[in-house]
């Protein structure tokens, strides 16, 4: 049962985060939203709405390990398997500078969750910083875009948000169904996520690493392969920095907030230096070459392999632990 509600509610929390993420979309659109604000919304917002969820829900049942293995797990598999699996198919090239521009702040975001767990806590004071940073570096990109109207990504970005026509009418119902339905699916996968790791012994800091994340993470390779089909190279990114900037700063946040999170020590020693070398790669990868980045198959080849290696290896260490 366990297993069926995992595989279920992840199928359904897909779903519902395309269907939110939509109706969310149409409704700031009639209500008179600027596209660009739309377009930073559901990229940030929207895909990361399962991780959101999922971590709250975790939070609020007790098992913050989950929630914090859920954002810094995501945060791998969009460089390692989003990103490189990407890349494979079709070499990434970065001409927007609002991507160039927010890869050094993604890598300074990653150094300040560091700060966080370094006393093994993240207290409810840390988590209140991860989201006065988020709400920062929202304001912080909505006025820096206001003169950028030839950027490629505020192309992509609107027409990203504007493709799809829906009434306001059912822009609201959508928003509200996929809403319900995330918060549905997530407490299933949540249930089943911690039911296997109870079964098994294995913690949910593993389960929230490997299950959880590439479960929540489906819809950032959905519309990461939309993007690359349609010759969006700075879409790609800009899902993965925008998610990653949420995940870090507002998942975690959230989950802190609502419950303080203990620190595994597996997370200082194994997990975030994974997360960080990861970030790393991609800043010298999207800033490189002069003044355009690429990411050629060669090095998202090296993404995937780490993504491959490291979720090899949790997978060894639960079976021989």
């Not at 939509?22 to 917002?45: K, N, Q």
């Not at 993007?227 to 989950?255: C, E, I, P, W, Y």
């Not at 002069?290 to 997978?315: C, D, H, M, P």
Request: aromatic share 6%.
């Amino acid at each position: 049962m366990a297993i069926v509600a995992i595989v279920a509610g992840l199928v359904v929390l897909v779903w519902s985060a395309d269907r939110f993420v939509d109706g969310a979309a149409a409704t700031a659109r009639h209500l008179g939203l600027p596209p660009l604000l739309i377009g930073m919304l559901v990229i940030g917002f929207g895909t990361s709405a399962p991780e959101l969820m999922v971590s709250a829900l975790a939070a609020l049942q007790g098992n913050p390990g989950l929630a914090l293995g859920n954002a810094y797990g995501s945060n791998i598999a969009n460089i390692s398997l989003i990103v490189g699996l990407v890349a494979v198919i079709s070499p990434l090239l970065v001409h927007s500078q609002v991507i160039r521009r927010e890869l050094p702040l993604l890598a300074l975001v990653t150094l300040i969750s560091l700060w966080c767990l370094f006393d093994g806590e993240i207290s409810r004071w840390d988590a209140l910083l991860l989201l006065g940073l988020l709400a920062t570096f929202m304001v912080y990109s909505v006025r820096s875009a206001g003169g950028g109207s030839g950027d490629p990504l505020h192309g992509d970005m609107e027409t990203d948000a504007a493709g799809q026509s829906m009434s306001l009418k059912a822009g609201i119902v959508w928003t509200l169904v996929g809403l319900v339905m995330l918060i549905v699916s997530s407490r299933l996968l949540v249930w089943g996520a911690v039911s296997i790791a109870e079964a098994f012994g294995v913690s949910d800091l593993v389960i929230g690493l490997t299950v959880v994340a590439i479960g929540t993470s489906l819809p950032e390779l959905a519309s990461s392969i939309s993007a690359v089909r349609k010759k969006q190279h700075d879409l790609v990114l800009g899902n993965v920095v925008g998610s990653n900037m949420f995940n870090t700063l507002g998942v975690v946040g959230l989950a802190g907030v609502i419950e303080p999170i203990q620190v595994d020590p597996a997370v200082l020693t194994r997990d975030w230096p994974v997360m960080a070398v990861l970030t790393l790669a991609l800043l010298i990868f999207g800033m490189g070459r002069k003044r355009q980045g690429s990411i050629n198959r060669w090095e998202g080849g090296i993404l995937l392999a780490s993504f491959i290696g490291y979720t090899t290896y949790l997978v060894f260490s639960v079976i021989g632990g």
